[in-house]
């Protein structure tokens, strides 16, 4: 029915760089804001970034902001995180979320789907 699909974790030096995919199999993909969230062990799971069902307003976890981007390409059905300038903090399971009409919320509880996530490590 609905899918999403995250790719492009992996482990990376501290300060390098990484870009995450999420491929989406929702029919009206574009009617979709679309987030990422991340969870490390022992910690609850985190807003990172969200972009709107526009694509005109994105919104980012202060943590983040100035070093990740998050954009989306309606023609690919896909979300992506470009991560530059990675710390040992951004360790974790990023998760890919969609939230029909979003407007880029940082709620978890807001989005309807969600991907099993991508492991990124980041080494110091």
């Known amino acids: 029915q609905v899918h999403l699909v995250e790719s492009g974790g992996g482990l990376v030096q501290a300060g390098g760089s990484l870009r995450l995919s999420c491929a989406a199999s929702?029919?009206?993909?574009?009617?979709?804001?679309m987030a990422w969230f991340r969870q490390a062990p022992g910690k609850e799971r985190e807003f990172v970034a969200a972009?709107?069902?526009?694509?005109?307003?994105?919104n980012y976890a202060a943590f983040v902001k100035g070093r990740f981007t998050i954009s989306r390409d309606n023609t690919k059905n896909t979300v992506y995180l470009q991560m530059n300038s990675l710390k040992p903090e951004d360790t974790a399971v990023y998760y890919c979320?969609?939230?029909?009409?979003?407007?880029?919320?940082?709620?978890?509880?807001?989005?309807?789907?969600w991907g099993l996530g991508t492991q990124v490590t980041v080494s110091s």
């Open positions: 972009i709107s069902w526009t694509g005109s307003n994105t």
């Open positions: 979320a969609a939230d029909l009409g979003g407007l880029g919320s940082p709620i978890p509880n807001q989005y309807d789907y």
């Open positions: 929702l029919s009206t993909f574009r009617n979709y804001g």
